[in-house]
C-alpha cells in the first residue's frame, strides 16, 4: 500500500486564527490544485480517498479526485476522520484557548472542555480497523498483486494521533525513514514528525514482507543429563517454552526522550525508537490488533513540493473565501493566449 495522510488547503479561520470549520480560501484552493497535479503526474493512481466530512477537507479532497485517471473515483467521507472538537472555545481563538483564564471558562455555564487526546486516540482507532486495515487484508488475499494508493484528507491535529496509532500497531522495529527524509529533516523521532502544513502530506509505503521460503523445524534432542560436578557450577537457561515478548517502536515524543534513560533508547541509523515489552500474541480485547510482517518505509514527511513557487495573490484576493464560480489569475491568462 502507498499510504499519504494530508492536511486540508488553507481556510478563511485558518488565516482569522479562529478554532472553527470554514470554507478555503482562492490561495487554500490554490495549493489544493497543485497537490491534485503533483500526485497525478508524480505518483500511481489513487484507488482510495477518504476525507473527514467537515468541508475543507472535502474540498481539497474533490480537487484531489478530480485530476485522478480514474474519473469514477469517489470520496468516502469518515465522521471519525473530523478535526479535534474544541468545546468551549469553537469559534473562538487559540490565543483565548491558551490564555489565562482558562479556569474562569469552566465555571461558565454550558461549559464543554477540549476534546481528550484519548479520545481522539479511539477515533483514529475506529478508522484504522473500519476502512484501512480491511484494504491491508484485501491486498494480503491477492498475494500484493494489486497495490492501494490511498489518500487520507483530514486536519493537522487529527492526522497527527492518525500517524501514532497506526503507529503502534506496526510490527518491531519494522519502520524505517528514507534516506531522502534523514536528509532533509536530521534526527526524526517517530512519533512526533513536526506539524502540518495545509496541503502537506505523509507518504508511507506499506508492505508485506514475503515470509521464509521454507518452515523452520523445530529439532527436538534428547536431555543431556550433566554431571554432579557440573551441575554445581551451571547458571539457570530460561526454558524454550517460555514465553517470548517483543518490543515494537514505541510512541516518544521530543520530551519524553530528553527524559529517557540512554539505554532504554534506541537510535537506528538516526530515528529514535524505545523498546516497552509488549506481546504480541495479546487479543483484540487487550489492545488494538498489530500488523505483523509488514515493513514500512517512511517516503516524505510534511511533503510541500507542489508548493513551489506559489505567491498568495496580492489585495487581501488569496485570504478571501474560494468560490468555485471565480476564474484564478493563471486561469484568465491561459484563456486569454487561447482566444
Known sequence: MRLFLIRHGETVDNVAGILRDSALTNHGAEQARRLSDFLAENRPPLTRIFSSTLQRAYKTATLLAAKQSNKDLNVTTVDSLIERDFGYYEGKTNRVRKGPNREEHKKEPGFVDVESKDNLGVRADVFLDDHLLPILDDEADFGGAAEHVVAIVSHGILSSSLWRRLL??????????????????????????????????????????????????????????????????????????????????????????????????????????????????????????????????????DGQQHLQGLKRQRGGIGRAEHDDKQQSMTAFFKRARKD
Open 168 to 301: 503502534l500497531r506496526l510490527g518491531p522495529k519494522s519502520v524505517k525513514v528514507s534516506r531522502e527524509v534523514i536528509a532533509a529533516r536530521g534526527q526524526v523521532v517517530l512519533a512526533h514528525l513536526g506539524g502540518w502544513s495545509n496541503t502537506g502530506f505523509l507518504e508511507l509505503s506499506i508492505q508485506r514482507q514475503d515470509p521464509p521460503s521454507s518452515p523452520e523445524l523445530d529439532i527436538i534432542l534428547p536431555p543431556v543429563i550433566p554431571s554432579l560436578d557440573e551441575q554445581a557450577t551451571t547458571t539457570h537457561v530460561p526454558s524454550p517454552k517460555s514465553p517470548i515478548v517483543i518490543s515494537p517502536p514505541h510512541l516518544v515524543t521530543e520530551s519524553s526522550e530528553a527524559e529517557m534513560p540512554i539505554d532504554q533508547l534506541d537510535v537506528i541509523g538516526r530515528v529514535s525508537v524505545t523498546n516497552p515489552t509488549i506481546d504480541l500474541q495479546s487479543s483484540e480485547e487487550d489492545g488494538p490488533r498489530l500488523l505483523e510482517g509488514y515493513r514500512t518505509t517512511i517516503l516524505v514527511v
